[in-house]
């Protein structure tokens, strides 16, 4: 089983920065990539940028040259550092953990509120 908690969410003003945190416990050495999705009230939610153990990232279009993903495997954690933000931004963000040998995302933080606002 693998655990994953979201944390660094809050309300940022456009223009700002926040960073996000997952930290992941459990079967650890089973992960093989590490994603942040996002979802905001009555949209689907959509992935943001996701990094692999071998260091390969992926980013939405939306967000390039914005955020940044990165994974610190010494301490479990995977960093989503959003710079730039705007209002298009807002949405629950959630950390997902996708195991090897699967082509889906397999565990899933509770999420954590990220708004952008005047």
């Known amino acids: 089983q693998v655990q994953l908690v979201e944390s660094g969410g809050g309300l940022v003003q456009p223009g700002g920065s926040l960073r996000l945190s997952c930290a992941a416990s459990g079967s650890i050495f089973r992960i093989n990539t590490m994603g942040w999705y996002r979802q905001a009230p009555g949209k689907e939610r959509d992935l943001v940028a996701a990094i692999t153990n071998g260091g390969s990232t992926n980013y939405a279009d939306s967000v390039k040259g914005r955020f940044t993903i990165s994974r610190d495997m010494a301490k479990n954690t995977v960093y989503l550092q959003m710079n730039s933000l705007k209002p298009e931004d807002t949405a629950v963000y959630y950390c997902?953990?996708?195991?090897?040998?699967?082509?889906?995302?397999?565990?899933w933080g509770q999420g954590t509120q990220v708004t952008v606002s005047s």
């Open positions: 997902a953990a996708r195991l090897s040998g699967t082509d889906v995302y397999n565990y």
